[in-house]
């Protein structure tokens, strides 16, 4: 199984500033298959990042990702009121599909 | 637009066994996989298993010896049973697609979970 790790575990941001989440996994990902979701209070995740990098359909191009292998970030260059929530890694290059345990972001 | 919608018990008792169904409105059924999903309170997502439009279905080790997951294309639904629940399997269960394509040998390509159900709590205690 690949465990998933995210880092940090909570960031504390103002609006406007640019931010980098880190998921790093205990070994390659095949095919780099890694996604990213949005989770908000009381919501279902929402998909934001497919394949490492792709943008899922409707998601702003703030949002990006990056990396390869066992190593991926997400990148939000400027942080809009409604990104503050939990984000989630996945990887679905192998079974089980595993998640990392989150990342929150919260407004300073 | 596709939208998921689950039932099932929202309240069991240890021992029992958990059932939920699915059912599928909007897009195409049997071109995607199937996927369940369950979110402890406060905690994080542990995937639970999928299933395709053939009931070919793939585990999380984890609970594997409790899990059967079962597909009625007719009805564009999908179940899941968990047997024998404990505290321990309290949580927000998913029900959601697992975005992809069947290539031309039948391979499975995914692309994450692009669709998700609204997420019922369901708790176990005595």
């Known amino acids: 199984e690949i465990v998933l790790t995210q880092s940090p575990g909570t960031l504390s941001l103002s609006p406007g500033e640019r931010v980098t989440l880190s998921c790093r996994a205990s070994?390659?990902?095949?095919?780099?298959?890694l996604a990213w979701y949005q989770q908000k209070p009381g919501q279902a995740p929402r998909l934001l990042i497919y394949?490492?990098?792709s943008r899922a359909t409707g998601i702003p191009d703030r949002f990006s990702g990056s990396g390869s292998g066992a190593d991926f970030t997400l990148t939000i260059t400027r942080l809009e009121p409604e990104d503050f929530a939990v984000y989630y890694c996945q990887q679905y290059g192998s079974s089980p599909r595993t998640f990392g345990q989150g990342t929150k972001l919260e407004i300073k | 637009q596709v939208q998921l919608q689950q039932w099932g018990a929202g309240l069991l008792k240890p021992s029992e066994t958990l059932t939920r169904t699915c059912a599928v409105y909007g897009g195409s059924f049997s071109d995607y996989n199937w996927t369940w999903i369950r979110q402890p309170p406060g905690k994080g997502l542990e995937w639970i298993g999928e299933i395709n439009h053939s009931a070919s279905t793939t585990y999380n080790p984890s609970l594997k010896s409790r899990v059967i997951m079962s597909v009625d294309t007719s009805k564009r639904q999908f179940s899941l049973r968990l047997s024998s629940v404990t505290a321990a399997d309290t949580a927000v269960y998913y029900c959601a697609r697992a975005a992809g394509y069947y290539d031309s040998s039948g391979s499975y390509f995914t692309f994450g979970i692009d669709y998700w159900g609204q997420g019922a709590l369901v708790t176990v205690s005595s």
């Open positions: 070994q390659s990902v095949s095919s780099n298959y």
């Open positions: 394949g490492a990098s």
